[in-house]
Nanobody
Framework: QVQLVESGGGLVQAGASLRLSCAPS????????MAWFRQAPGKGREFVAA????????VYADSVKGRFTISRDNAENTVSLQMNSLEPEDTAVYYC???????????????????WGQGTQVTVSS
């Protein structure tokens, strides 16, 4: 199981941008399917975006399509989420997640992801 660490959250105004990053801790490398989920207070964990092992396939939730971009740099061992045109409805704790090794299918279901980060808070004020 890979330990993941997120960074880049913060407090911004509506319309601003933020970039989240995720990397495995220690010297672990991963080319697993990776995803970002988010959880707002009182709500369940929501799929945001996912990317396959080489970055050739990406999937987005309809609510973020056209505003968010997921990418990965396997040489640097990082996965990023560029968030533009942020809205107050994007306020949540954002989690990075990895599917088990050798699983190549992207999933929108959080139960399909084995490794998780501790989360980073994103707050968008109106």
């Amino acid at each position: 199981q890979v330990q993941l660490v997120e960074s880049g959250g913060g407090l911004v105004q509506a319309g601003a941008s933020l970039r989240l990053s995720c990397a495995p801790s220690g010297r672990t490398s991963t080319t697993n399917v990776m995803a970002w989920f988010r959880q707002a207070p009182g709500k369940g964990r929501e799929f945001v975006a996912a990317i396959n092992w080489d970055g050739s396939t990406t999937v987005y939730a309809d609510s973020v399509k056209g505003r968010f971009t997921i990418s990965r740099d396997n040489a640097e061992n990082t996965v990023s989420l560029q968030m533009n045109s942020l809205e107050p409805e994007d306020t949540a704790v954002y989690y990075c997640a990895a599917r088990p090794a050798r699983v190549t299918v992207i999933s929108r279901d959080h139960t399909g992801y084995r490794s998780w980060g501790q989360g980073t808070q994103v707050t968008v004020s109106s």
